[in-house]
């Protein structure tokens, strides 16, 4: 069974930086073609995919946020780690990650159950 | 910032078809897979198509996926009151080198 679960922390400040960990398990990121990627949701609003990496350590990034995005994996661990620079009051999200097998860079299955970061002061 | 167009609501009464549009580019849909996300309420996206108009295991067969040019489509049919949620389109976009989602469409059943 393939799960995948985010963590991080529920608050953050205004020009700080996130970090986020999308642990999972049910596969290896050192498989040919499996990659995991991050989405995030605003309140209410449409999904935003963010990034992605996969298990060539090849990465992906939104074009309007790659400046402030990083995106790192631990195989051992199976762990992908995703970190955003200065954030921001519109960064506030629920934020998912996702496992995208086969290479195929728009199937995401299975979805993490996401994790909810407010930014305010 | 999405890149594929969706009609915001669609709805209808127990028993009826639907079908939510989802319209892009040459540089996404024109040129590669659409996939179908399920959105329940407050919970999290779920995979309903792949590569078109691909089912995985579990999905009724009520949900099919359809393509032409740069435009896709999701017909659910014998709507039933557990399809209410939100809908999303996605696929890779050549020009944006990233995946791309669509603006998501609430399904109501009257």
């Known amino acids: 069974q393939v799960t995948l679960r985010e963590s991080g922390p529920a608050l953050v400040k205004p020009t700080q930086t996130l970090t986020l960990t999308c642990t999972f398990s049910g596969f290896s990121l050192s498989t040919s073609g499996m990659c995991v990627s991050w989405i995030r949701q605003p309140p209410g609003k449409a999904l935003e995919w963010l990034a992605l990496?996969?298990?060539?350590?090849?990465?992906y990034y939104s074009t309007s946020l790659k400046t402030r995005l990083t995106i790192s994996k631990d195989t051992s661990k199976n762990q992908v780690v995703l970190t955003m620079t200065n954030m921001d009051p519109v960064d506030t999200a629920t934020y998912y990650c996702?496992?995208?097998?086969?290479?195929?860079?728009?199937?995401?299955?299975?979805w993490g159950q996401g994790t909810l970061v407010t930014v305010s002061s | 910032q999405s890149v594929l167009t969706q009609p915001p609501s669609a709805s209808g009464t127990p028993g009826q078809r639907v079908t939510i549009s989802c319209s892009g580019s040459s540089s996404n849909i024109g040129s590669n897979y659409v996939y179908w996300y399920q959105q329940l309420p407050g919970t999290a996206p779920k995979l309903l198509i792949y590569r078109n108009n691909q089912r995985p295991s579990g999905v009724p067969d009520r949900f099919s996926g359809s393509k032409s040019g740069t435009s896709a489509s999701l017909a659910i049919s014998g709507l039933r009151s557990e399809d209410e949620a939100d809908y999303y389109c996605?696929?890779?976009?050549?020009?944006?080198?990233?995946?791309?989602f669509g603006t998501g469409t609430k399904v109501t059943v009257l």
């Open positions: 996702a496992r995208i097998p086969y290479g195929d860079y728009g199937w995401f299955d299975p």
């Open positions: 996605a696929a890779w976009d050549d020009s944006l080198s990233g995946p791309v």
């Open positions: 990496i996969d298990w060539d350590d090849d990465k």
